[in-house]
């Protein structure tokens, strides 16, 4: 009776450790563990130095208390109270002075960081805006050439190696701006601050981020990829970005490019190089390439399963998104999606 309840539990134990023990691969593309880039890595330092010092002190303590409980468990002489230390100078300087020790070297490290954190590594950074919107993110480059913003949605494209700052403002509420393998975080605040942040990426790759501040319903689904790009790759996504293809002129595509009109997703929504020029929701003009759809929401596949999902029924798929159903037909979903995915 007892050694199956035992053994049940003992099955209990290993089935919750290796479900715990599963959260700690090293893959895990939300973890700072990871860093991908001097901030982050400046960060990581700091906080796993920070980590291993405070289980030192947890044992230091916990072995204390439980020397202090064995050994002193029963006084020598029964009835006799073991030796008082009330006022004992000694070991009130100790136990004063090793906190002081540990803040200090808790603090020294730490100041260190934060004034390293907020001096920008090199003089000429790539300059982004961000902007936080319930539930997506706009991001845009001002001056890679003058004159002309580069607008993107939900992807932020960045070269290796070149240091990124990020200008943070919010078109409604309070949002918050974090790659955890390549930033700190950062607060998104509306109306009132530019917050910036700066960080870099050391290899090319995507980096999940996400919005860390609860602004709604669809919180949890405003998340975004940071792409690192070879410096060429980047230099040649700006070129196709400045120059945007011309609209289809013929087959479901084009059809598709007219309905984007007729059925007023112009009115929310911007691609480059068309009359279509709305500011509501995400500019789409290189949709085609993105990974996602909705902010993460869907995979943007290449049959256009995610896109179809999507504009057949936003709601359905992420409920409370500020972008209606607009009741089209399959027949006239399928032209917009192959419009969509053509935008590239
Ligand atoms: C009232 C404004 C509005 C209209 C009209 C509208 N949209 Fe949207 N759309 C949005 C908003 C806002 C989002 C972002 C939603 C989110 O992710 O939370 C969005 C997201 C999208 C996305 C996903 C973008 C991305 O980066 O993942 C696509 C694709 C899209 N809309 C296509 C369309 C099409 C096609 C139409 C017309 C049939 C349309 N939209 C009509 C506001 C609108
Ligand atoms: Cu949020």
Same mark, same amino acid.
């Given at each position: ?12 134990? *290993? ?9 700690? $691969? +090293?893959?895990?593309?939300?973890? /700072? ?21 405070? !289980?030192?002190?947890? @044992? ?16 020598? !002489? ?9 006022? #004992? ?10 906190? @002081? ?14 004034? %390293?954190?907020?001096?920008? +590594?090199?003089?000429? =950074? ?6 936080? #919107?319930?539930? /997506?993110?706009?991001?845009?480059? +001002?001056?890679? !050439? ?20 990020? %200008? ?11 790659? =955890? ?21 050391? *290899? ?5 981020? /996400? ?7 669809? #919180? ?22 400045? $120059? ?24 929310? #929504?911007?691609?480059?190089?068309? +009359? ?52 089209? $037909? ?15």
């Amino acid at each position: 009776m007892r050694n199956g309840f035992n053994r049940i539990m003992l099955r209990v134990l *290993a089935g919750a450790g290796a479900f715990l023990l599963s959260g700690c $691969s +090293p893959e895990y593309p939300l973890s /700072w563990f990871v860093a991908g880039g001097d901030a982050a890595e400046q960060a990581r330092q700091l906080t796993v130095f920070v980590l291993v010092l405070g !289980v030192l002190v947890f @044992v230091g303590v916990e072995g204390l208390l439980f020397y202090a409980l064995l050994r002193f468990r029963r006084p020598a !002489v029964p009835g006799q109270l073991p030796p008082q230390v009330h006022g #004992h100078r000694t070991l009130e300087v100790v136990w004063t002075l090793v906190p @002081v020790a540990i803040v200090t070297a808790i603090a020294v490290p730490t100041v260190r960081t934060i004034f %390293s954190l907020a001096t920008l +590594p090199e003089p000429n =950074p790539l300059r982004v805006e961000v902007i936080g #919107h319930q539930w /997506w993110w706009e991001f845009r480059y +001002p001056e890679i !050439v003058p004159g002309k913003t580069i607008t993107t949605a939900n992807e932020l494209r960045i070269p290796v190696g070149r240091t990124v700052l990020a %200008s943070v403002s919010s078109a409604d509420v309070i949002h918050s701006f974090w790659v =955890p393998r390549l930033s700190g975080t950062i607060d998104v605040i509306p109306g009132r601050q530019v917050n910036q942040v700066w960080f870099n990426a050391w *290899a090319p790759g995507e980096y999940y981020g /996400w919005c860390k501040e609860y602004c709604g319903t669809q #919180h949890a689904q405003m998340r975004f990829r940071v792409v690192a790009m070879a410096a060429a790759d980047f230099d040649r996504w700006v070129q196709a970005r400045l $120059s945007p293809p011309a609209p289809p002129a013929s087959g479901p595509a084009r059809q598709g490019y007219e309905l984007f009109g007729q059925l007023g997703c112009s009115a929310c #929504h911007t691609v480059d190089g068309t +009359p279509y020029q709305g500011r509501v929701g995400p500019n789409l003009t290189n949709i085609g390439e993105r990974a996602t759809v909705g902010a993460g929401v869907l995979p943007n596949d290449p049959q256009g399963q995610g896109l179809f999902r999507w504009v057949k029924n936003p709601q359905e798929v992420k409920p409370g998104a500020k972008m209606p159903a607009l009741g089209l $037909s399959d027949e006239q979903l399928k032209a917009i999606v192959a419009y969509l995915l053509s935008l590239k």
